[in-house]
């Protein structure tokens, strides 16, 4: 059941099935597997979330630090994406720097965020020129059992939720004490389609990435607005897809959003 | 940056900060095979962007075990030099880099018949000496060139464009001053114009369904024009070589006529 | 660290900072096989600490040049999540990490049968994700959970616990703020239980042969605590697992039914 | 003709003609290949040069920084010289870190410019202990076909002869702005002679570099001055035919001065 | 005699005498080879140390230096070890970046010094959260013929003991200028033991090391205190032994001790 | 470096800084066979500068695709200990190390006959401790007397030794405060010296041809000085080997006799 070559014979039935619009696990095309997210993970973070989709685990973590803003925003702060592949994920993951693979996911998740607007840059700066706040949201992907992408925007979104702004004394960072909430002004998620034999389906599991043409990740906001595209694979889409696939992440995202409970 | 709000990015003539319109490419060049030990090679310019490719393959996929026995890989490098940016980049590949490579891959993957070479690997090598957006789609534009140069066989050329949005008007090929503005939209886009299959999308910014329609087939028509371009370039190469030819042969028959005479 | 001079690390009543006897453990939770990719797993919270370990193997050690011909290697990774700690942790492995991985891989390594398994790799990857002192011994005490889950031969358990100094008090399980006292000594320790065995066996601090006797025998009664939950995890897991089979038992039984009545 | 067992052919075939005075492709032995130099060839850089030496191209570009001196030359800038090796410029190239060869040659080109003291680095100082001006050319090997030493150090010098020097506001770089030129006192360049089968030629095309024993590169001044030397290879030379090398140089560095016009 | 394979039978031979209490070297169980010491080996070092134990070859070298202390303990200044194995010092050896071996035998020789308070590091501090003396200790082992704990421990505090404090003018470092020498309050040292067929024994040298079944280290003071405690290697130790082993350290050590002159 | 014009370089009886002559080396000190793993070895003092060597080959070059099937590789590894230096040095190789490795291996590649090794490696490794100028020169001479007392098979020693100039005035082995006049010209050299051919040459400055060709020559000649301080050291090593010989013979001789008695 842990084996890559089971994996491959999957990928078989996978395109086999397909042809009559059915998965593997019985879902239907549009539908996302269990998911189930615990926030708060980890007490060392200043926000953390930890989401399990189907058998698919990720932890993200916040950590605030204050730096010196970038030249030609000297009046914002920012947020860092990083992704890491732990090697138990997968099989054929091997520890070290990450890869394509890792950093296309943390750049696709930052540009979700950070183009939605959900943080303000401006509203980071602590000093002009001299000082603000820098967020740094790291993902652990601990089992890699497909779609990796929405399930690391919703820990990044359910971390960020959650974070808490540590208290300055003389410019540095006072331990377990907070000021307030980080403020995050939209819900951005991304919503991921595969095309496996010239068929749409959602939240595509390890064995339906395997057996996929294409990929695309969507990051849309509750304002039904997008604020990253991202198309993956060696396949392609065509128009009518692409439309198909934004009306249906405007929808499928919300369904996500209602998880995220506001605290 | 700061001072992006002052900018008129539509002036009263309907042109944009370079005097373009706003469905227009700027200039671009495309000269193939300027590299004598790539196997394949080509140079283009696109506005103030600039670029070399070199292409390599199939060529044995090593170390082995990255082979694929069902396909070549595609293996995409795309670089920038230290000072084809505002300030100075570091000559170690950054992020942006690495996903630039492996989206570009992607894309080209389709068009090439990577079926036909089992455990190899197709290298394609991009740097950019000078900049000023869209440099994704202008190096794409390229390589596809230079894959073809290199005679490795190809489905359909790849064209790439950029459209994106700025002061609220959807724009193609936008330039680096366009893409700061402060609602900008930028969308990278690659199609095989045969069949107008989308193989590279990327888009950063935040925009509603019917902008991005509207954004989206100004793309697509973008790309139809590279398309042009790309396949005069390489229409001219050739004849360039037929030329050559014809004068090896017109030697060739002369010496024979010495040989002949002797 | 300036102000743990006014700590009291052991109040009128015997308690310590965080209300524990000295020698109490902090509560301790093991999950087996949590990951479905890895062959064998567990999640373990131990106090603040939480940590999730995979394990691969025997498989072929590669490249070739690392097989050892008359043994399975233990490859053992520890790592601690960027937002684990106080302040944001390099990503990159620091020398902490990679000496931590060192000495638990070779504690391990007593208790597999490595013997059996010639010219493979035993692979453990454990990554923290919150910690609050004694990260090294929950993450080996777990990790053998996951081995046995894993169903690789051994020996028997390695259980882990450290044990301490605070303001002369010998204790068991030391937390953070004990390990910031200005006297602390910290003394990390694995065994194997039946034979009690020391596999893992660490020290920082400044102590005397006669106290440091106490802390020794502190801990290994610390060791045996640990195991009997290790064990208590694993047959909770078995069990769980023994009703799964029943349940599938019963289906199947129910399916034949179906078909002979046909 | 792109194949390197091709070229391994042709090293034996340049061993023999040579035996003769002979080249492969019927230059004189002291006989530079034709070049074409492109300057300004990025807008970006403060300085860029393009040269093309018969089919081998490199590109080498100018950025100015400021940073704090060196403790031990508060009062002083300083250059620094890089060599990437492009991938393309020969079927072996593989991308990554520089490697022997690369760091020889910009340690090398450095030298020949450093040494002459073509940039006065006092007159790179702004404010003495504080800041300076730092000059980083980089070099970028594109197409392999022989003497990247010559070519690169001629790259060099045309990048920074072209080099504009950009304006401070607040110690900061303003964009597209530029106060002046950079001011380059000499004009050093190197000149790289091959010894093959106990003959020297100059500028050694790939074909000759594969067959040769051993090279030597010598960096001249317009006065006659050498600023850096270097012997590579594992063969040898002797007394005579390193005074023979330095007597061509002075010589045949000259006509290369000549391309680089003065602006 | 220098190959690998030798030692292999050597190891053989290593178990076989062990049984009846000997020694390849003919030495007694709880003895150490002849140990020559060189201090001031390296004039631009600050402090330096050969060790020569037996064959095992190590030199260590100290850099005083200048820096901002960390955060959490703005009065101190701390010390760093570094070790690298030189590729001569084994046939196995490659050059690279420190690998698991190195970094634990770094990281025990500074918990060894650290943990005795041999060094006062709030001596080191020059003034509260601006600056502080960082002790650079770098440790590089020449020849590899066992025991690298003990040959290393001794020659760090070795060359810490001849350590020179360079004398500061505005802040930066005057070369060959001193103004003392470094405090060094306690002689903490490592006394290392193998376990070879249940037979414990001092100074493995390296056919033994390869020979046994597991290591102990144990850092101790002149006052009969243990600052450091290390096990190494797959074996396994009974709490009988570890006593005697702590007893024994403090008997050798004391021996090595009489070894570093106080000048 | 402010204050070096103040420094008298050459003192009204034509002595330099340290005291030498202006053709006069540092002392000069090497050991062969000092490191008992090493297949090869040698440590030399010369001045400051103190360096240890060590060989090992011909062996299998590995990987195999690194393998040349006409010759040995020749590996020189150069390194300076972080605190051979003034200024502590990064323990990462340095751009400079890295050139020096490359020119000093080419240099010892003439001299040993590679051409009868194919498909190997020989790996020289130098360390120096302690430094003050001509640091290459001193660990080329050593590696050299290394290799011979690994029995790898030579054409010839090589031999180095730098000559450079100070306030206009040609000298033989420059020190650091030589290196640092303002008119310093520093340049390595290493010949075999059987045949005077040069295998090394390196120079910085600003220097005319006849001033250079003083200095050549110069340099030739402290390379023949080091060459039979060279000889000298391995000359006795040799003796001392013989003798060794000498005693384990008689010693067999005796034990024979003995065994005869019996």
Redesign the interface.
């Known amino acids: 059941m842990r084996d890559d070559i089971i994996w491959e014979l999957r990928s078989d039935k996978v395109r086999e099935l397909i042809k009559s619009s059915q998965r593997l696990d019985g879902r239907a095309l549009y539908e996302y597997r269990p998911i189930k997210i615990e926030t708060d993970f980890s007490k060392n973070a200043h926000g953390s979330c930890r989401v399990v989709l189907g058998e698919t685990d990720v932890i993200a973590g916040v950590k605030m630090d204050v730096a010196e803003p970038y030249p ?2 000297p009046d914002e702060g920012s947020i860092t994406v990083g992704v890491e592949f732990m090697p138990m994920a997968s099989p054929v993951f091997e520890p070290g720097p ?1 890869d ?2 890792a ?2 996911l ?2 696709v998740v930052d ?1 979700c965020i ?4 959900a943080i303000d840059f401006k509203k980071l700066c602590i000093e002009e020129g001299e000082k603000a706040w820098f967020v740094f949201i790291d993902i652990y992907v601990a089992n890699d059992s497909g779609n990796l992408f929405d399930a690391s925007s919703l820990a990044a979104l359910g971390a960020l939720l959650n974070t808490k702004i540590p208290k300055l004394e003389d410019d540095k960072i006072v331990k377990d004490e907070f000021v307030g909430k980080l403020e995050v002004a939209k819900r951005p998620l991304l919503t991921t389609f595969a095309k496996i034999n010239g068929k749409l389906l959602l939240d595509p599991a390890i064995a339906e990435e395997k057996a996929m043409d294409a990929r ?1 990740s969507i990051g849309t ?1 509750e304002e ?16 009518a897809e ?2 198909q696939c ?2 249906l992440a ?1 929808e499928k995202s919300a369904e996500l959003r209602k998880l995220l409970k506001v605290e | ?1 700061a001072k992006s709000e002052e900018i008129v990015y539509i002036n009263s003539e309907g042109k944009r900060v370079d005097g373009r319109k706003v469905d227009e490419l700027r200039p671009i060049k495309i000269v193939p095979s ?6 394949g ?1 080509a140079y283009i310019e696109w506005g ?1 962007n ?1 670029a ?5 393959g199939p060529r044995e996929a ?1 170390p082995q ?1 990255i082979q694929d026995p069902t396909k070549a890989l595609v293996n995409y ?1 795309y ?1 920038m ?8 980049k570091s ?1 170690k590949p950054g ?2 880099e ?2 630039i ?3 570009s891959g ?1 894309a080209l ?2 068009a090439i018949f ?1 079926e036909r070479f089992p455990n190899t690997t197709i ?1 394609i ?1 991009v ?1 950019l ?4 957006a869209g440099t994704r789609c202008a190096a794409l534009t390229a390589a596809s060139v230079a894959l073809a140069d290199a005679g490795i066989p190809m489905r359909d050329l790849v064209s790439a464009c950029a459209v994106g949005r700025a002061a609220g008007t959807i724009i193609l090929d936008p330039c680096k001053a366009e893409e700061d503005a402060s609602d900008a939209v930028d ?1 990278p886009l690659a199609i ?1 114009p045969r ?15 019917e902008e ?2 509207k954004a ?2 100004l793309g ?1 028509k973008g790309c139809l024009q590279v398309y042009e371009i790309q396949k005069k370039a390489l229409k001219r190469k050739y004849e360039e070589i037929a030329e050559e030819e014809e004068k090896t042969i017109k030697q060739i028959d002369k010496e024979l006529k010495k040989v002949e005479k002797k």
Chains 1, 4, 5 share one sequence.
């Open positions: 030609d925003t990450p394509q693979n950093t296309e943390a750049r540009r950070r183009e939605s607007k695309i906001t039904k607005l997008m604020s990253a595209l991202q198309k993956g694979g060696p396949g392609s889409f065509t128009q692409i439309e934004i009306d405007f | 940056m300027v590299l004598s030990r790539a196997e090679s103030q600039k070399l490719v070199g292409v390599f090593l075990h490098v670089r030099a230290t000072f084809s940016v505002p300030d100075r000559p992020r942006r690495i996903e490579s492996k989206v992607e993957e389709r990577v290298d090598y740097y000496f000078d900049s000023n969308m095989m069949t107008k299959e989308v193989v590279l999308l990327q888009m950063d910014g935040l925009i509603g369904k991005w329609k989206f087939e697509i």
